[in-house]
Structures are given as C-alpha cells and as structure tokens.
C-alpha cells in the first residue's frame, strides 16, 4: 500500500503546511476561546478566524471592541497555553454578527389564580358574568362562555388584590411599577434608526 497515507499522517501534514493548519486551527481557537475568556466575554464575541498570526474576532458592538482590547494581551497567552504553541501574536476585535448576549429576564408576574376559587369573585363580578352569558342563545356555547368569564373574572380580581394596576393606555392590568403595562412601554420606547 505504496500510494495511502493514514489518516494521522494526512492531518499532520496539513498542520506541517503553508496554513498551519487552517480550518483546525481556527476550530481550536473558537473551542478554547469561552474557556479563556469566560462566559459574558464569549456570550458577546465570535472567533471568525486565524490568519497569519492575527485572531479575528467579532463583538456585539464597538464598546465591547474597544473594552476587550484592553485584555488582549491575557487572551493571546490564554489561547497559545491552550493550543500547546505560540499560533497567535495578535488579535483584532472587530462588530460583526454574533448573537447578542441574553437581557436579563424581567421578574416573573405570580400566577394566576387557581380557577377554582369562587370566593375571589365578588357578586357584581358574578352577576356581570351571567348577564354577559344570559345573551348567549346556545345553552352549551352559553355555558362555556360562563366557565370563560368566570375565570378571566377571578384573574381580574386576584390580580387587583394583589396590587396590580390598569395600564394608562390600554387599560390591561399590569404589575409594573410604571403607569403602562410592558407590552405599550415597548410601543412608547423610540426606535433604533
């Protein structure tokens, strides 16, 4: 078997090359790099590739560029332990596209209320119920729509016992401590051009 190589030797050879190892290298890199940096830094950042020496690498945004060059010096000697050899020399932050880090989800509204909780509903709650399904012709879809009611009654309530507050444009009622609710603060906020 003359004309084979194994497969060991053909990856050798290819680290041994012109490109040192191209695709490999710049999979390394990308695999060491949250090590290296931690989680926040690689939440925000993306290894594009290593050419020559140089590791380029996209930020969110340009603060982050300029804040994470700062490191630069500590990532390189991070990266090259990891790598077992002295592969980058520099490294350029640069914006591209790399999936923005999470936002801090925002606390949780309290659940509902169970539905079986009569005594939540207050009797002119009750009445308004029944009135509103009394129009209803159908005995079954009349039914439901009580069953429907009853419990989006006693979530009103519930949610007015607990504090919450109707919205200042569209009424819903909202645990946030601002006058509108999260969905119209979203609609106020000014858009990005």
């Known amino acids: 078997m003359e004309g084979l190589s194994s497969l ?22 990308a695999k060491h790099w949250p090590e290296v940096v931690g989680d926040a830094v690689a939440s925000a950042t993306k290894v594009q590739s290593l050419r020559e020496g140089t590791l380029y690498v996209a930020t969110v945004s340009s603060t982050w560029a300029y804040e994470l060059s ?17 592969a980058i020399r520099a490294i350029h932050f640069r914006v591209g596209r790399v999936k923005p880090p999470p936002q801090p989800e925002q606390e949780a509204a309290p659940p509902p209320p169970p539905p079986h909780e009569p005594d939540l509903l207050t009797e002119p709650s009750r009445a308004e119920v029944q009135r509103i399904a009394g129009l209803v012709p159908d005995p079954e879809v009349r039914t439901r729509l009580a069953k429907v009611l009853t419990r989006e009654t006693q979530r009103q309530e519930w949610r007015r016992k607990e504090g919450w507050s109707p919205c200042a444009r569209c009424g819903s009622l909202h645990p946030s ?15 990005r051009k």
């Open 8 to 29: 060991r030797t053909v990856i050798q050879d290819s680290m041994q090359g012109p490109k040192r190892g191209g695709a490999l290298r710049d999979l390394a890199c």
């Open 70 to 86: 700062f490191f630069r010096e500590a990532y390189i000697r991070g990266l090259n332990e990891k790598l077992g050899e002295a």
């Open 177 to 191: 401590p601002s006058g509108i609710c999260p969905l119209c603060a979203l609609e106020v906020r000014p858009r």
